[in-house]
């Protein structure tokens, strides 16, 4: 009769609960962070280190981690870029560090878990899984979490209302040109904030001036764009347009102009933008 595994029982707010994915990660992914990097692939190694035992417990540890592990889910969902190229109020950048049940549902769909993790040998080193392996259970775990946790309705919604405004605005070539394609960095030496940051952003109106860099010339050159703008739409169109830069829901504008419900409402936001990137590219011919 074989002994019965050892059944373990770490804290609840322990960081060794992230051992499994760390150990599921691919290798060029744990190439990029530090503490991930550092950490030897045999537990019995680990555990004779007092330095590499305050590594993995540090909040360093737990950073890399989430983020590492973030990253790999994101790219699952649907959506262009990567994860750095979005803020945390992106919504499918917030369920991608939902991280609990990534390590819940890696156990649940490979058996890969915390346990399994002691059960193996203190001696042993434990390989890097292969990429295609890897991809495969990160896109059928985020698919079931997708479809236990009901989440494709938000899914729906963010990619029918999609915001390039919450791209973070780094220094990567990346950034520089989405950047370009919403400001008139190319034409006119013109930069204003955008439809969309008019619209989603509170604290601005569409005559508003992104850049506080900007000369008078400039300035003037933008507020002129807007009001040219601005003078193209409906009656009604300027109206839903005003009172989305004033910070009203689809929902409350819908109710203040009369539409049954705020569905129309996005349909004409929808047209209002694209005849505002219209005219933004007649503007530059």
Same mark, same amino acid.
């Given at each position: 009769?074989?002994?019965?595994?050892?059944?373990?029982?770490?804290?609840?707010?322990?960081?060794?609960?992230?051992?499994?994915?760390?150990?599921? =990660?691919?290798?060029?992914?744990?190439?990029?962070?530090?503490?991930?990097?550092?950490?030897?692939?045999?537990?019995?190694?680990?555990?004779?280190?007092?330095?590499?035992?305050?590594?993995?417990?540090?909040?360093?540890?737990?950073?890399?981690?989430?983020?590492?592990?973030?990253?790999?889910?994101?790219?699952?969902?649907?959506?262009?870029?990567?994860?750095? @190229?979005?803020?945390?109020?992106?919504?499918?950048?917030? =369920?991608?560090?939902?991280?609990?049940?990534?390590?819940?549902?890696?156990?649940?769909?490979?058996?890969?878990?915390?346990?399994?993790?002691?059960?193996?040998?203190?001696?042993?080193?434990?390989?890097?899984?292969?990429?295609?392996?890897?991809?495969?259970?990160?896109?059928?775990?985020?698919?079931?979490?997708?479809?236990?946790?009901?989440?494709?309705?938000?899914?729906?919604?963010?990619?029918?209302?999609?915001?390039?405004?919450?791209?973070?605005?780094?220094?990567?070539?990346?950034?520089?040109?989405?950047?370009?394609?919403?400001? @008139?960095?190319?034409?006119?030496?013109?930069?204003?904030?955008?439809?969309?940051?008019?619209?989603?952003?509170?604290?601005?109106?569409? @005559?508003?001036?992104?850049?506080?860099?900007?000369?008078?010339?400039?300035?003037?050159?933008?507020?002129?764009?807007?009001?040219?703008?601005?003078?193209?739409?409906?009656?009604?169109?300027?109206?839903?347009?005003?009172?989305?830069?004033?910070?009203?829901?689809?929902?409350?504008?819908?109710?203040?102009?009369?539409?049954?419900? @705020?569905?129309?409402?996005?349909?004409?936001?929808?047209?209002?933008?694209?005849?505002?990137?219209?005219?933004?590219?007649?503007?530059?011919?």
């Amino acid at each position: 009769m074989s002994p019965q595994p050892v059944q373990y029982s770490i804290p609840h707010d322990s960081n060794l609960h992230y051992l499994p994915l760390m150990f599921f =990660l691919p290798e060029d992914t744990i190439a990029k962070y530090p503490t991930l990097h550092s950490l030897p692939r045999c537990l019995g190694e680990i555990a004779r280190n007092d330095n590499l035992i305050e590594i993995i417990g540090s909040d360093a540890f737990l950073k890399d981690i989430w983020n590492a592990t973030a990253a790999l889910a994101f790219s699952h969902f649907g959506f262009g870029g990567w994860i750095e @190229h979005y803020t945390g109020y992106f919504p499918v950048w917030k =369920l991608s560090f939902v991280i609990p049940l990534w390590i819940k549902l890696l156990e649940a769909e490979t058996g890969w878990g915390l346990q399994s993790l002691f059960n193996l040998k203190s001696t042993e080193t434990i390989p890097f899984f292969a990429p295609e392996y890897i991809k495969e259970i990160m896109e059928r775990i985020v698919k079931r979490a997708i479809r236990e946790e009901g989440w494709q309705p938000i899914l729906d919604v963010v990619k029918e209302m999609p915001c390039d405004e919450d791209f973070e605005e780094w220094n990567t070539n990346v950034r520089i040109d989405f950047r370009r394609k919403w400001y @008139h960095t190319r034409s006119k030496r013109v930069k204003m904030v955008s439809l969309e940051e008019c619209l989603e952003d509170e604290g601005h109106g569409i @005559h508003e001036i992104a850049a506080n860099s900007l000369d008078i010339a400039e300035t003037v050159a933008a507020e002129d764009f807007c009001r040219c703008f601005k003078n193209r739409l409906s009656q009604k169109d300027m109206e839903i347009l005003e009172l989305r830069v004033e910070g009203f829901t689809y929902e409350e504008i819908a109710d203040k102009l009369g539409y049954k419900n @705020h569905s129309g409402v996005i349909k004409r936001m929808q047209a209002i933008k694209k005849k505002f990137l219209d005219y933004e590219q007649k503007s530059k011919q």
